[in-house]
């Protein structure tokens, strides 16, 4: 069973940047996709980013797209999320997801992940 464990969140002025990270174990961290979702008040979780286990096929959501960047590390069994140009509008809890089917190289047919605690961004303006 994977672990997930989000760091990096924290309060930033629009138009700043953050980093988030996501740390995996529990399982071969290499072998599986990885995304990254957010949830904001009052809303629904909805898609950021993710990327296949290759590290060479990523897919954005229209509303990040060009502002953020996912990649991995698979050396340190880590995901990252660069967020650029952040606006009041990215203020959301972040989720690190896992997928659970190994060696998927088109990320956009995940279905069913395994989910972090989440970590808070907070972008004021």
């Known amino acids: 069973q994977v672990r997930l464990v989000e760091s990096g969140g924290g309060l930033v002025q629009a138009g700043g940047s953050l980093r988030l990270s996501c740390a995996a174990s529990g399982r071969t961290f290499s072998n599986y996709g990885m995304g990254w979702f957010r949830q904001a008040p009052g809303k629904e979780r909805e898609f950021v980013a993710a990327?296949?286990?290759?590290?060479?096929?990523?897919y954005y959501a229209d509303s990040v797209k060009g502002r953020f960047t996912i990649s991995r590390d698979n050396a340190k069994n880590t995901v990252y999320l660069q967020m650029n140009t952040l606006e009041p509008e990215d203020t959301a809890v972040y989720y690190c997801?896992?997928?659970?089917?190994?060696?998927?190289?088109?990320?956009?047919?995940?279905?069913?992940?395994?989910w972090g605690q989440g970590t808070q961004v907070t972008v004021s303006s």
């Open positions: 990327i296949n286990w290759t590290g060479r096929r990523t």
């Open positions: 997801a896992a997928d659970k089917m190994p060696f998927r190289m088109d990320v956009t047919t995940i279905t069913e992940y395994s």
